[in-house]
């Protein structure tokens, strides 16, 4: 299977708007990569793409010199990723609150941050509705601060497309 233009389409305009702010060099960390939309996309930018999910089937297909899949449980214990360095990475439609101040750490100077999720209030929208899976008022933000990450862009909204849903975004920076 080659990539699609489709599942480079499919990719969140708000990683299409802000990955190329990622530097070329070293590799971009998609994580809870599901289907690879955005390894598709950030590979299609010229990035090496390391796409992280406990399942890895569908991007396996693949035929991508670029993008190297690698399934992993990412909700143990012992962070499975914690030596990695990346020049960034992308989340999207995940949280796992044990882990989240590790993704800072493991970003490159002038690294970028792109993480985009759902956030408190989705519960009137439907699923997710565990608060465990949904951010808090001012929770990325917060993250950036505490690791003194530059904030390029944040957003924490109501979307009515592709489904009615509260998100919450943010696009940050690891300055020198």
């Not at 449980?73 to 609150?97: H, K, M, Q």
């Amino acid at each position: 299977m080659t990539i699609t233009h489709v599942a480079v389409e499919s990719a969140s305009p708000w990683v299409r708007r802000f990955a190329s702010q990622i530097p070329k060099t070293g590799t971009v960390l998609d994580l809870a990569c599901g289907g690879g939309r955005h390894s598709f996309l950030l590979a299609e930018m010229g990035h090496s793409v390391l796409a992280v999910d406990q399942d890895i089937g569908e991007i396996e297909k693949a035929v991508n010199p670029l993008i190297c899949p690698k399934a992993l449980n990412l909700e143990e214990n012992a962070w499975p990723l914690r030596n990695d360095r990346f020049s960034g990475i992308v989340v999207t439609n995940y949280l796992y609150r044990p882990h989240l101040d590790r993704l800072p750490e493991m970003l490159e100077k002038n690294g970028v941050l792109i993480y985009e999720t759902f956030a408190q209030g989705n519960e009137q929208f439907g699923k997710p509705s565990n608060p465990n899976f949904l951010l808090k008022t001012g929770e990325l933000l917060e993250l950036a601060r505490c690791h003194g990450l530059k904030v390029l862009a944040y957003e924490d909204i109501y979307q009515g497309e592709p489904k009615p849903a509260m998100i919450q975004r943010l696009c940050a920076v690891k300055e020198g």
